[in-house]
Structures are given as structure tokens and as C-alpha cells.
């Protein structure tokens, strides 16, 4: 009886060690994101973003499109860690990459960044509020909504050539494309859902001229679009136009739905990135699945695929900082 106890208490101890080891540990002590981070420490910051997107699409409906785009572009380049955001100051920084000179709703950003700092100053990072709002964004333009997981801190650094170096082209094929995703923790799956970004928003005609006048260096076109769809183009975009904006689903661009895949299954993706889905037996087939019955799990997907993207390279616990304004640095 007696060294029946004495064994339960010795186990009891030896847990407790184990678990203050654990504790202790630098390696499990560190933060990770969660959903309601700023539950505690800034409890309306949530509603905050929201008022914030939602007073700012009523009124601009287009500037949803391009504040998806920045989060992916966030992520992308050395993690979410809002390096997007930072302008140019002793060295050129993400935001002056040529990919990024066509994003917009940076002052959205920094609206929603003063309306928390008035609420609850130095607490909600900046890598944080481009996730909440391309969320929001999302879901105000009748898509899905989904639960964001939060914690990020903010980084020190933005550099054009590292946005070069990590953002995919468009004319980026289907090896690049997966390999891009895969360095990122991100699967084939992944990249056929969030492509279907490309549902709203617009083009420069720049972006996939090539494939209407000059394929492969010969005046000719891409075999892999829709010969109709090309001549429909070729009257918006003429050779050379640096400024026409397209509709990336004509008709149909402000809203938020699974058209993305109708499109593409019908070869008038608009860049070769999107026709390249069709490269690949696993992107196809998502492609043909969400044409046929429309969407059946594309917007469960999406909010699924944009958390994992969320989680890329993030800063947390003691690591980067918050920054007071999103688009510099603290001193
Ligand atoms: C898979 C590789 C991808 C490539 C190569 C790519 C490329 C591009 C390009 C070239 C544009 C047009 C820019 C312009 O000419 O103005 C664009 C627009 C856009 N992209 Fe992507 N993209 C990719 C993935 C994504 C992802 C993962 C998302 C979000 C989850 C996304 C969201 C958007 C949105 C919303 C727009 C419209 C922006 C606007 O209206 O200003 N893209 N993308
Ligand atoms: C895909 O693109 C990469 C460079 O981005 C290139 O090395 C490769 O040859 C291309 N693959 C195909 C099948 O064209
Ligand atoms: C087509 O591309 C080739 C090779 O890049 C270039 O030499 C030629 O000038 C281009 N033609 C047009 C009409 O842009
Ligand atoms: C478009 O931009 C390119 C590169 O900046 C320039 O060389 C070209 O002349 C421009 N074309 C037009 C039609 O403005």
C-alpha cells in the first residue's frame, strides 16, 4: 500500500517536471497564431476591421480585389510579416517591385490601422490587419467568410529585389507554380483554390498581352486560350498598352464567386498561370469539379487555403515588432 503511493506520488512529480521542461523550453514557449489573439489584450479589434472594410467598400467596391492580392503578396515575400506594407527608404523596398506598383488600398490599411491604434494603441500588428481585412474583404463582396488566426508581429525588412525574386510571374507554368507553393508549406490543392482569387479584380492588358500577339516570339497567339476569347481581348487590349484595365470575369468582376473555374475549364484563364492549371491531373481536375457543380467546395476551400497561407514565415512571440504606423518601421 505504502509503495503504492509513493510511486503515484513520484509519477505526479515526474509529470510535473516534464511539463515545466516544456514550459521552459524555448522551443514550445514561443506563440503561435490563433484565432482571437486580441481577444484579452484588444477585444474590439475584429470589429473594428469590419466597420472599417465595410464602411470603405460600400463606397469603393473595386478596392476589395487588389486588398486580397496584398495579403498573398504579404505572405509570399518573406512571410505574412507586413513587409508589403513598408515604403522605400534607404533601400528599395517591396512595394516598388513592378508587380506591386499596381496594388492598391494601401490608405484603406492605414485607415484601419488608426482606428486601432485609437482603440487600443501598439497592440494589432500590421501583418495581422491584412489578414483580418482580406478576409473581410472577401466576405463583403459575397464570398466566404472565415475564422482568421492571429499573433503575427511585424517585420523589419521589405527589399524590391527579394519581391522580385519570390512573387510568380504570370506567365509563371505549372512546375513553377507548385514548386512556389510547395517551398511555402502550401499544397497542389492549395494553389488551384486560391488562384480562384481570380475571380475578381481586373488586369493591365500587359500582363497577358504576349499571349494575344507575340506568344513565342513570332506574332503568333497561345494555343492554350480560347481562339474567341482572344479575338474578344484583342479589342480591349492593343499592342503595347501599358494602362487598359480587363476584367478578369467580364460582367461579373465585383463579385466574389466560383466563375473563376468556369472560365478556366473553358481555356479563358486569363493569364498562362491560369490556363496552366489544366497542366496538372490534381489542378485539373479541381478545375472540372468546381466548373461542373458550381463551386460545390470552393468557398470551404478557400477559407481553408487563405489560414494556411496565413501561416507562411510569420513572425511571432518575441520576434519583429508592432509596428505605430504600417507603412514605416519604429524607430
Ligand atoms: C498563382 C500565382 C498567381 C499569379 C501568377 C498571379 C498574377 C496576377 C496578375 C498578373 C494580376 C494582374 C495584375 C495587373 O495587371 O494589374 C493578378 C491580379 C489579382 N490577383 Fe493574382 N496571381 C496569382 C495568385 C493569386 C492569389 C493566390 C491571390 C489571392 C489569394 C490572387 C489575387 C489576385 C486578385 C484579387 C487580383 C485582382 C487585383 C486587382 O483588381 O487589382 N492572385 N494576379
Ligand atoms: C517551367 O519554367 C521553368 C522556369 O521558371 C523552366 O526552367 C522549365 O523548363 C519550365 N518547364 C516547362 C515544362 O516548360
Ligand atoms: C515579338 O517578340 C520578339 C522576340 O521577343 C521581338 O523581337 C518582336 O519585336 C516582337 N514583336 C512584336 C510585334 O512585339
Ligand atoms: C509601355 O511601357 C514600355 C516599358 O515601360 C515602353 O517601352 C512602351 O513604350 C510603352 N508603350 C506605350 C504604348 O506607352
Redesign the pocket.
Known amino acids: 500500500m505504502a509503495t503504492r503511493k509513493l510511486f503515484s506520488v513520484l509519477f505526479l512529480q515526474l509529470i510535473m517536471f516534464v511539463v515545466l521542461l516544456l514550459v521552459l523550453n524555448p522551443a514550445y514557449a514561443h506563440e503561435s497564431l490563433k484565432v482571437g489573439f486580441y481577444e484579452k489584450s484588444c477585444p474590439e479589434a475584429e470589429a473594428i476591421v469590419k466597420k472599417v472594410m465595410v464602411e470603405t467598400l460600400s463606397k469603393a467596391p473595386?478596392l476589395a480585389?487588389?486588398l486580397?492580392?496584398m495579403?498573398?503578396h504579404d505572405c509570399f515575400v518573406r512571410g505574412c510579416d507586413g513587409s508589403v506594407l513598408l515604403r522605400s527608404s534607404t533601400n528599395q523596398a517591396e512595394k516598388d517591385f513592378v508587380?506591386n506598383l499596381?496594388?492598391?488600398g494601401f490608405q484603406i490599411i492605414d485607415r484601419v490601422k488608426s482606428a486601432l491604434e485609437k482603440a487600443c494603441p501598439g497592440v494589432v500588428s500590421c501583418a495581422d490587419i491584412l489578414a483580418l481585412v482580406?478576409r473581410d474583404a472577401t466576405a463583403t463582396i459575397k464570398g466566404p467568410s472565415w475564422e482568421v488566426e492571429t499573433g503575427r508581429k511585424d517585420g523589419r525588412v521589405s527589399s524590391e529585389i527579394e519581391a522580385h525574386e519570390n512573387l510568380?510571374?504570370?506567365t509563371?507554368n505549372i512546375t513553377r507554380?507548385i514548386r512556389?507553393?510547395q517551398e511555402r508549406g502550401l499544397s497542389i490543392k492549395d494553389?488551384a483554390v486560391?488562384?480562384g482569387?481570380?475571380t475578381?479584380?481586373?488586369?493591365?492588358c500587359?500582363?497577358?498581352n504576349d499571349r494575344l500577339y507575340n506568344f513565342t516570339g513570332k506574332g503568333d497567339t497561345d494555343p492554350n486560350m480560347d481562339p474567341n476569347y482572344i479575338k474578344r481581348l484583342k479589342k480591349k487590349c492593343k499592342p503595347g498598352d501599358n494602362t487598359t484595365?480587363v476584367e478578369?470575369n467580364p460582367g461579373n468582376?465585383k463579385t466574389f464567386d466560383e466563375d473563376y473555374y468556369t472560365l478556366v475549364a473553358k481555356r479563358r484563364g486569363l493569364?498562362q498561370?491560369d490556363a496552366a492549371l489544366l497542366d496538372n491531373a490534381e489542378t485539373k481536375s479541381y478545375v472540372k469539379l468546381q466548373a461542373a457543380t458550381g463551386g460545390s467546395t470552393f468557398f470551404d476551400d478557400f477559407g481553408v487555403s487563405?489560414v494556411k497561407?496565413g501561416r507562411i514565415g510569420v513572425l511571432t512571440g518575441k520576434a519583429g515588432e508592432i509596428r505605430k504606423q504600417c507603412s514605416k518601421v519604429n524607430k
Do not use: C, K, Q, W
Not at 475578381?200 to 493591365?204: A, I, L, P
Open positions: 473595386t480585389a487588389p486580397i492580392r495579403h498573398f508587380s499596381n496594388l492598391r482580406a510568380l510571374p504570370p509563371a507554380l512556389s507553393f494553389l486560391l488562384s482569387a481570380h475578381v479584380g481586373t488586369s493591365h500587359y500582363s497577358f484595365l478578369m468582376f493569364f498561370s487563405m497561407m
